[in-house]
C-alpha cells in the first residue's frame, strides 16, 4: 500500500480539522511512506530530507562531532514527529543533527515545501512548528544537563533502565562502544562502570548482553 | 520616557507590517521598558517573565544545575529576542533556564498573552516564533558539543578572546570563578589551565584579571 492514510496526518497535526480541503490533499500529495532497516541512516546533517512521521520502529537523533564522537538527544516513537531533518522549512535549523534508525521503521516523510505553504496560512501550523522545536530543546538541555553535571555512574543506571523499558525486558544487547556513543563517553568508561555494577550484584555481564539483576538498585542509583 | 517606541517593535518583528493597527496597539499596550543593573537576574526557571527584547546592554543565558553548577548557553545583546523567558506562549517552553544581566541593561518586556493572541492571528507571527527557539536550540547545541567534545584548552582559548570582543578590550575582569561558570567546569581547572597559557607568555594573570597578550596564539589554539 502506497497512499498515505489521512488519519495518521490527522492525529500528528493538531491543527488538521481547520484545513481546507484541497490544503488536506496537499499534504497528502506530498507525504510519502518510506521504511528503514535497523541501523540505517534515516538523515544527515544539513540534507532536507522531510519532516518525518514514525509509524512504527524507533529512530535515534545525535549529535555527530567533527572528530566522530556522538551523543544521543533523544528517541523517536511511534507517532512522534521530526522537525530536524526537515532544515528547508526553518531557515534556522542549520544543526546538522543525525537520525539513525534503531528498529525496523516505518515513516511517513511528508516535504518541507507542502508543509511550508500550510504554515504559511494557517496560524496553527506555525505554532505547531514552535511547540515542536520547543519540546526537543528541552529534551536536548535535559541531556546536556545531565552529561555535564551528573556523575557518570548515575547516568549509566538511568541509561540502562531506560534503555531494558525500549525493549521491554530487562536484557540489554547493546555493546559497550554503543552504550559510550549513546552517553558521549568513552567505551572505557562505560566497561569500567559495568564491571563496578557487577560487583555489586546489580548486572550481569557477558558477551551477549547485559542482564540487569538488580533493577531496584539502579533505580535508587539513578535518582 | 515609558512609552515603547513602535520602531523598536517594527525592527524585531519582522511580520511587523502585516500587522492591523488595532494589533500593532495590542503589543504596544503590552509592551513595558525595564531596566537592569549589572548582575541583576532578569528571568529565573519556569516564571512567565515575557519576551524579552533587548534595548542596550547585555545579557547571559544559562543553564543552572540542582547542584548550583552553571554553563553560559548564549548571550543577548543589543536588538535580540528572548522567548525562553516567556514559557507561557508555548507549552512546551518548560525548560529553567536563567538570564542575568552582564551589564547595565535596557529592554521591552512583552507580555505574553498579547503576543500569543497575534500569533493566533498571523501566521507569520507563528513561524518566528519556531524560527527563533530554533535558532537558539543550534546554539546551545553548539555549546553541547563543545562542552563534551572539545579539549578544555581550545575552550577556554575560545571563551578568552569572546569575552574579551564583548567587553571590547584585551582584559578580561571575570573571576575564575566566574569562567569556570560559563565554561560549566571547576575553578580549579580553569585556574590551572590559566598558569599553563601564562607560562606559554599568552596571557598575563594577575588578581585584578587577564590581560590576553598574545590573542593569536590563542587564536591558533582555539581553531
Not at 36 to 63: E, K, M, P, W
Not at 106 to 121: D, F, G, Q, T, V
Request: with cysteine; proline share 3%.
Amino acid at each position: 500500500m502506497t497512499t498515505p492514510d489521512p488519519r495518521r496526518l490527522a492525529e500528528a497535526f493538531p491543527f488538521w480539522p481547520q484545513l481546507s480541503d484541497s490544503d488536506k490533499h496537499l499534504l497528502l500529495d506530498n507525504t510519502q511512506i518510506h521504511t528503514y532497516r535497523q541501523g540505517d541512516n534515516v538523515h544527515s546533517g544539513r540534507a532536507c530530507t522531510g519532516i518525518l512521521l514514525v509509524l512504527h520502529g524507533q529512530l535515534r537523533v545525535f549529535l555527530l562531532s567533527d572528530e566522530g564522537r556522538e551523543i544521543t538527544l533523544y528517541r523517536l516513537l511511534d507517532r512522534d514527529i521530526c522537525l530536524q531533518s526537515a532544515s528547508c522549512i526553518l531557515k534556522s535549523l542549520t544543526y546538522p543533527l543525525q537520525v539513525d534508525a534503531e528498529k525496523d521503521t516505518e515513516l511517513y516523510r511528508i516535504a518541507p515545501e507542502a508543509y511550508k505553504e500550510i504554515s504559511n496560512r494557517y496560524a496553527q501550523a506555525g505554532t505547531f512548528l514552535a511547540e515542536t522545536v520547543s519540546t526537543r530543546f528541552a529534551e536536548a538541555m535535559w541531556v546536556m544537563e545531565q552529561s555535564l553535571f551528573v556523575k557518570f555512574d548515575r547516568r549509566l543506571a538511568a541509561f540502562l533502565l531506560e534503555q531494558a523499558a525500549l525493549d521491554e525486558g530487562d536484557r540489554i544487547t547493546l555493546t559497550h562502544d554503543q552504550i559510550a556513543r549513546h552517553l558521549g563517553s568513552a567505551r572505557e568508561v562505560v566497561s569500567r562502570m559495568l564491571k563496578y555494577f557487577q560487583t555489586e550484584g546489580w548486572v550481569s555481564v557477558s558477551r551477549g548482553g547485559i542482564q540487569l539483576l538488580a533493577p531496584e538498585k539502579l533505580q535508587e542509583l539513578s535518582q
